[in-house]
């Protein structure tokens, strides 16, 4: 007992004495001694200010990219190459085009992004008709690789890991917030890209945040792989990609988008 007692004040009287050496760069007092308040206050490296946008509108800050702004789609192409061509409505909103065969199609952006927060609101048609995965399906792809579902979820049975607010057929939401039809939803998502290996696989895995309409439903979730429709998910090294989203082949009526931003991290 004796013996603890003296290893223990040892390791005490060591862990003190080494605390009064440590030197902490770029604080506002470098000096080793004696131990005072400012010695564990950071001033470098100095924190952006940016200024909040209107969060009862969900404007963009002023340290965003705006994707789409309700004007056009400057800031996107098809994803099989060409202009973007899906309808820019009056009312600052876009809407899904499925004439494939008339420049209809998955849309992505024509910048690249790595770790970012996106903001992003997506509505459902007021007439939607179809179910499950045939009711107003959509999607937003990070990076181009990953799906974080978009679909009527108001009162409409699926598949969880394929609802709203899931990424598909991977992680189900952790509750359901869907607005119904004619309304409008928020996803907020904060998305951190995977590096790899030599070898392909992960090193870091993709790490994933989303609030919808103001409710968390994915958690910092790890994401295992790509998504994938049949199957399950790959692991695909990739580098900095683009915000792809989706033209579901469905027959229901298409959604819209508005209001897009996003912001490097
Ligand atoms: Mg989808």
Redesign the pocket.
Known sequence: MKRTFTIAAFCLISMSAFAQQFVIRGTKDERTEPMKPTMSEFYYPKIAKVTPGDQATSAAPSDAIVLFDGKDLSMWQSSRGGEAKWTVNPDGTMTVNKDFKNGGGDIMTKDTFRDFQLHIEWCVPENITGSGQARG???VYLQNKY?L???DSYDNDTYVNGQAGAF?KQSAPLVNPCRKPGEWNVYDIIYQAPTFKEDGTYRTYPFVTVIFNGVIVQNHTMLVGTTEYIGFPTVEPHGDGPILL?C?GDRSEPISYRNIWIRNL
Do not use: C, T
């Open positions: 399906n959509s999607g799906e579902q978009v679909l598909y989706q579901h």
